[in-house]
């Protein structure tokens, strides 16, 4: 059965540390991009970070950069994302899918991810809920 099946989040503190991981099943994860994306309450989904099957292109949200690090072990068929200082507004379900990039070009020329989303037929993990509180 293909599928993303997620582990790791749960209760944590603030300015504490936390990571998720996202297993492929039933398919090879080298090829894919992938991103974690998080849904607050009440909030529209937002895209916080995602990275490339290379490993060589990342993104990451305003809302999460310098304290989350996305990562992959191919080996392994797993996404990572270490979450660290974690706040209360960090408090969300959290998933990964299979995800596109927009590319964007800086002024001295190099690309870099500007953003990334689902792609159409998007691989879902099942959801992890992550909640930070004193």
């Known amino acids: 059965q293909v599928q993303l099946v997620q582990s790791g989040g749960g209760l944590g503190q603030p300015g504490g540390s936390l990571r998720l991981s996202c297993a492929a099943s039933?398919?090879?994860?080298?090829?894919?991009?992938i991103g974690w994306f998080r849904q607050a309450p009440g909030k529209e989904r937002e895209g916080i970070s995602c990275?490339?099957?290379?490993?060589?292109?990342?993104y990451y949200a305003e809302s999460v950069k310098g304290r989350f690090t996305i990562s992959r072990d191919n080996a392994k068929n797993t996404v990572y994302l270490q979450m660290n200082n974690l706040k209360p507004e960090d408090t969300a379900v959290y998933y990964c899918a299979t995800v596109s990039a927009t590319l964007g070009q800086s002024s001295s020329g190099s690309y870099y991810w500007s953003n990334c989303r689902p792609t159409p037929a998007a691989y879902w993990g099942q959801g992890t809920q992550v909640t930070i509180s004193s």
């Open positions: 990275i490339s099957g290379s490993d060589e292109m990342t």
């Open positions: 039933g398919f090879t994860l080298d090829y894919y991009a």
